[in-house]
């Protein structure tokens, strides 16, 4: 019952914010405030009160909705959606800080959608009945429509468009996906469901089960985003406004990530090992694309968005890679990401909000007028190249030795992503912070609330970094179901078949070093 | 006791905290002391452990303390544990105390400079990590404060941030470095998909037992171990970053990148020895890079005009030293030469420091001259620096160190005639070049006048290091002169000793030879740059001299072969090629909305037309189809 | 008298049917295309009196008497309406009332 609350508890703090923006342009941010403090208080409630069961969910909640049609509401948490929503609570707590100056206009229907993209996405994060997973996923997509759509900057109209025809479309697909999965299932088994647990394991034939994943792969791709689908994202992410940015860049693409190891893997066993190689090239491909095309940009903020694509290439690389060294890895690396991230789009916002400028040829020199500011983005560069100390160094860690496990090239080739993203990162500090300066005029440094703010990202990203292990004790039982499913199916586990590739490999040294033989 | 050495690491880091949150409230006085000091602390806390560590020897070989969990899942664990044995008992030692010095100099040197504070924080942060990268227990706590080091670098190099050049230095020496750190990661996730774990000693046993020596998968993950160690230590072929690092202030230069980081590499191979023990075509490869960079280095420095950039083509040579010691698995020479040189690299960077700074920022060598009056102390220390530098015979720290590697670069199993021969030249440009630096910078007329005279905070730990390069040597001395090997005893509790082939009766004909070319070296800078000056001219001006200037063209390689494709290939695709699928899709749209609103042209004979010509199709099919 | 068979009538009408429609595609004058569109009305027309005379009926002629109403009517309200057009146009030209083409 605690889940169908923290839902409902998001929807009516909605509709009040909105109610509210008529008398008052302060009350709407502090009854969102109020609803997302409410619900991440009821989350850490019960991430306290979690015991680790093997193959359980943590909680459980099912009531009959549709039930000609199997459709029911059926919410469940486990580990990895715990973690989810603690992100998504903190992050939306966030979100509300920061915009409390910039939005001045409409400000009650502003929250009204920010509340409702939160509530979408917490509805995606627990719902298990593949119809109410559809209703969540295309909730999140109209209210961050109409996010970038009003309160944009100049390009708004286009790009909050863009945005909303790539994911509505592949969602369409995944919709067909869905009522495939649910008519496969019905004529095997002779029960219509849409119930998430009563569909795994379904019996399918190779094809059948590629295509139907190929329907849900196309929204999770998208989402992510992977390269070639890739496009909306850097509009989407410069023209909205930061909130917006951040929800987007910090939650959104981790529903794609979340899809995956929730709906892919489970549901389609066999499929998504004949997708492996595809998955892992195009997670390469991912970083080092964005990484090139970060380094190019001279607006600030679509730097950011394509150095996301690059990190979340890493995570397809994670997913695709098939052991539990790896998911961690996806795990941290969504959750590292996202602060990292959202934090660098946070800055992006206040150095707006002072120069009105996204442009670095505008900018450098920013050092020395807000130090503090500087500061804080080194982190977060930081960060965003790995460096280890800090949360990201771990996840990209995991997923490149998991990776390792499963292709020794894929993963040595995103080994190179590493040295891409120095690139990309030093090249934020120079151009913003170092060298001279093109701005004239006094800057204000960062004020006590967008201090307190950065302070709680710094806190939590070094804690990534330095004390994973809570994170990784809560999300282990979850994947460790999600790799048994693969075991069961009597699919050969991809860490051993390496091994044997491994020996291959060394077997052309040998061969190579017979060949180079110099002697000294 | 053994919890002392958690403190180590963790003082500096405390000091950096202090630093960077409470730095603008606090004074200049109270910032200096809190960064010193910290580093002062922790070097009484390694004194007192290096006493117990003696005393314990030799059945306690290491102390050893896990201080948190640090990741454990799946079967990848790994902890923040630290490990004090003799070779990071040296090192700590000359990190900490070299460190120190160089500290109590920069509140002297920084004293004007506005960013003060935050120098302090970056140079404790710095020394936290390093200490890390020493006392780390396992591999993957090592390429934390790895990292650490190079971040420090790169904030330290571009200090004086407004000039745009210090920050593309800065950037330069960081990528440049993650390129040997990626190849080093790659090295680690194959010993760990090996062996299971990371802990460095359980890594050593389990490598030794089950890899054949110049086995392929032992010559991989050396040669990525390699890698790693060439990128930190600016070797052939990722030397290009260290001569442009100067940018930074001198205490930076000469901790970081004389006496410290640079000397990560030889940290790495030397901790995992036994990689590159079962790996000898590698490890003759490290003796030959070394060779190979000490000798171009060497012949770069002796062409360059700014002070502080022959001081870094010099720590270049001077590392290619250390790995040709590592090479023939003289390990202990190789720790050895890193000591010292870390006592009079330091000196001369900071000297070179006091130089720059009292002549209002001159760097060039040739506005310089006859500073021997006007800054006496400077020239006594900077002259006793460069005499250990070029190994002046018996009465240096230099001589010893250096001869040391001299002789086992011969007589060690893997040791030949070349890789002398090429030591013993790069001894003989060594001589020439630093006392080129001297006979130029201090020597002659005056050019430019000193504008102060340093104060006690920047003369002492000059004087402190002075001592230490002459006397540092009697710690080692060959089995000709002294007999002395309470160094080389106290590495091998960790190290292996060298071996040798057995011709310890030539030793002395070697020790002769080395100290003739290193006097004769002195005295051809002394003919060339003191008594002819006009034929140091003429050399300034040829072609040779100017292809040497610019490192044997390195720069020049790397810029056409890698910076300038990859920057026009990002240029040319800044608006994203993929955008052609939204583009492609929109434009379709809106294409056939061209070509179908031509049909909507209001004109009402057009409309009835198209209504005949249709009635027409369809009764056409009703009645025939 | 003449038996002029069914064929013949028919196809007369049609060709009368297909001058009128001629007409109205070709011409331009609104007058005369509500002219060709009486001629087209005349020929539907007459198409009525031929079945009714082929089968003896007199509904042919009481649909053509229907017909004769209709077209008065309709006469008089599109020559109302192009009257309009007239004086908002000062053309009777149909080409130029276009202003509902797209963009």
Not at chain 1, 358 to 366: E, I, T, V
């Amino acid at each position: 019952m605690i889940l169908v609350y923290i839902i409902v508890i998001l929807l009516t703090g909605a509709f009040l914010a909105w109610i509210a923006g008529r008398w008052n342009p302060v009350l709407p941010r502090i009854i969102s405030l109020i609803a997302l403090s409410i619900g991440f208080i009821l989350i850490i409630f019960i991430a306290t009160q979690s015991v680790s069961d093997d193959n359980k969910w943590l909680i459980d909640y099912k009531l009959d909705w549709i039930s000609e049609f199997g459709i029911s509401l059926h919410l469940a948490l486990d580990g990895l959606s715990l973690l989810m929503l603690l992100l998504t609570f903190f992050l939306g707590i966030i979100s509300v800080i920061i915009s409390w100056n910039e939005i001045n206009s409409k400000v009650g229907f502003f929250h009204f959608n920010l509340l409702l993209i939160l509530a979408g996405i917490t509805g995606v994060f627990l719902s298990i009945d593949l119809f109410l997973f559809y209703f969540f996923w295309e909730l999140m997509l109209l209210p961050m429509y109409f996010l970038i759509g009003i309160w944009g900057h100049d390009n708004r109209t286009a790009a909050s468009n863009k945005f909303f025809l790539y994911t509505q479309a592949s969602g369409l697909l995944m919709l067909i996906s869905i009522i495939a999965l649910y008519f496969v299932h019905g004529h095997s088994t002779g029960s219509y469901t849409f119930d998430y647990m009563l569909l795994l394991g379904t019996e399918m034939s190779a094809s059948k089960e590629l295509l139907i994943m190929s329907g849900f792969l196309s929204a999770f791709l998208v989402k992510l985003p992977v390269v070639p689908l890739h496009n909306w994202l850097p509009d989407a992410h410069s023209e909205a406004p930061t909130a917006g940015s951040l929800i987007l860049a910090a939650l959104l693409l981790k529903t794609g990530a979340y899809g995956l190891l929730r709906f892919i893997v489970p549901l389609f066993p066999s499929a998504s090992i004949t997708f492996k190689p595809i998955g892992m090239l195009l997670g390469v491909i991912g970083i080092l694309y964005g990484a090139k095309l970060a380094f190019a940009q001279t607006d600030f903020k679509r730097l950011v968005a394509y150095t996301s694509v690059s990190h979340m290439g890493f995570v397809i690389l994670g997913v695709f890679s098939f052991n539990e060294l790896a998911y961690q890895g996806v795990v941290m690396q969504m959750l590292a990401h996202g602060i990292s991230t959202g934090a660098l789009f946070i800055l992006a916002g206040q150095l707006y909000e002072r120069i009105h400028t996204r442009d670095l040829n505008k900018m450098g020199g920013l050092w020395e007028k807000v130090p503090v500011m500087g500061a804080v983005a080194l982190i977060f560069s930081m960060a965003s190249l790995g460096l280890p100390g800090l949360g990201n160094f771990i996840a990209e860690l995991l997923i490149l030795i998991g990776a390792f496990k499963t292709s020794i090239l894929m993963s040595c080739l995103a080994c190179l992503g590493l040295i891409a993203a120095t690139i990309y990162s030093l090249r934020i500090i120079q151009k913003v912070f170092l060298g001279n300066t093109n701005q004239e005029g006094e800057m204000n440094d960062l004020n006590f609330r967008e201090k307190i703010v950065s302070a709680c990202l710094v806190i939590v990203i070094v804690g990534l970094g330095l004390f994973p292990q809570p994170v990784f004790n809560t999300a282990k039982p979850a994947l460790l179901k999600t790799l048994d499913i693969q075991r069961e199916k009597n699919i050969p586990d991809p860490g051993i078949s390496k091994k044997i590739a491994v020996e291959k490999n060394i077997l052309f040294f040998q061969i190579s070093k017979k060949c180079l033989h110099v002697n000294i | 006791m053994t919890t002392l050495i958690a403190l180590i690491p963790a003082i500096p880091f405390f000091g950096f905290l202090i630093l960077a949150l409470f730095g603008q409230k606090l004074t200049r006085k109270v910032a200096g002391l809190v960064g010193a000091g910290s580093i002062g602390i922790v070097a009484i806390i390694t004194f007192c452990l290096a006493i117990s560590f003696f005393k314990s020897l030799p059945d306690v070989k290491s102390y050893s303390v896990v201080v948190w969990e640090w990741i454990n899942t799946g079967n990848l664990k790994a902890d923040i544990s630290f490990r004090l044995d003799a070779l990071s008992l040296v090192f700590c030692f000359v990190i900490t105390f070299v460190g120190l010095l160089i500290h109590v100099y920069s509140i002297g040197f920084m004293a004007k400079d506005e960013g003060f504070t935050r120098f302090f924080a970056y140079m404790n942060l710095f020394v936290g990590s390093m200490l890390i990268l020493v006392l780390a227990d396992n591999i993957l706590l090592m390429y934390l404060g790895w990292e650490g080091v190079g971040l420090c670098s790169y904030l330290l190099i571009g200090f004086w941030y407004k000039v745009p050049a210090n920050g593309y230095a800065a950037r330069k020496a960081f990528i440049i470095t993650r390129i040997g750190d990626t190849a080093m990661i790659i090295g680690i996730f194959i010993l760990f998909l090996n062996f299971e774990t990371f802990n460095l000693n359980e890594l050593m046993e389990l490598a030794s037992n089950k890899w054949i020596a110049g086995s392929s998968i032992s010559v991989v993950t050396a040669t990525l171990l390699l890698g790693g160690a060439l990128g930190k230590s600016a070797q052939l072929p990722l030397q290009t970053w260290l001569p442009d690092a100067m940018a930074g202030p001198s205490p930076v230069s000469a901790l970081i990148h004389a006496a410290t980081m640079v000397t990560a590499g030889v940290y790495l191979i030397a901790r995992t020895h036994v990689l590159f023990s079962l790996a000898p075509i590698i490890q003759s490869a490290v003796a030959i890079i070394g060779a190979l960079t000490l000798l171009i280095a060497g012949f770069s420095a002796l062409a360059q005009h700014d002070l502080k950039r022959i001081l870094a083509y010099s720590t270049i040579s001077q590392i290619g030293y250390m790995f040709l010691a590592l090479g023939v698995g003289a390990w202990s020479a190789a720790i050895f030469h890193f000591m010292i040189h870390a006592f009079f690299k330091a000196l001369l960077f900071l000297g070179a420091g006091i130089v720059i700074l009292g002549l209002n920022e001159e760097h060039d060598i040739f506005k310089m001259g006859g500073l021997r009056k006007k800054m006496p102390v400077v020239f006594i220390t900077f002259l006793i620096g460069s005499a250990s530098l070029s190994a002046l015979p018996l009465v240096t720290a230099g001589f010893y160190s250096k001869d040391q590697i001299l002789w086992f670069a011969f007589s060690a199993q893997s040791g030949n005639i070349l890789l002398w021969l090429a030591g013993i030249v790069g001894a003989f440009l060594t001589a020439l070049y630093s006392f080129r630096m001297i006979f130029i910078v201090f020597f002659g007329e005056v050019k430019t006048q000193p504008a102060f005279r340093p104060g006690k905070l920047m003369t002492v730990p000059l004087i402190i290091l002075a001592v230490l390069s002459v006397v540092g040597g009697y710690v080692e001395l060959p089995g000709s002169i002294g007999n002395i090997h309470l160094f080389s005893n106290l590495v091998d509790n960790t190290l292996p000793s060298v071996l040798v082939k057995n011709n310890e009766n030539q030793e002395f004909l070697f020790q002769s030879l080395s100290a003739i070319i290193a006097l004769t070296g002195i005295y051809l800078a002394h003919l060339i740059y003191f008594k002819r000056p006009a034929l140091g001219e003429s050399i300034n001006h040829s072609r040779l001299n100017k292809f040497f200037e610019r490192g044997w063209g390195f720069d020049i390689l790397y810029n056409t072969l890698f910076v300038k494709p990859i920057v026009w290939l990002s240029v040319i695709n800044k608006n994203d090629i993929f955008d052609w699928i939204s583009i492609s899709i929109s434009g379709l749209a809106l294409l056939t909305n061209r070509f179908l609103s031509i049909t909507q042209n209001g004109k009402l004979r057009w409309y009835l037309m198209s209504f005949t010509i249709g009635i027409a199709l369809i009764l056409t099919y009703i009645i025939f189809g | 008298m003449l038996t002029v068979p069914i064929e013949t009538q028919l196809i007369f009408a049609g060709i009368l049917f297909f001058l009128g429609l001629i007409g109205l595609l070709v011409r331009r004058n609104m007058i005369f295309m509500l002219m060709s569109i009486e001629v087209m009305f005349n020929s539907a027309g007459m198409v009525f009196i031929i079945a009714g005379t082929h089968w003896k009926q007199p509904d042919g002629q009481v649909m053509f008497i229907f017909i004769l109403a209709v077209t008065a009517v309709e006469v008089a309200i599109a020559l109302a309406l192009i009257l309009q057009v007239y004086h908002h146009y000062k053309t009777l030209d149909s080409d130029a009332v276009n202003k509902l083409k797209d963009n």
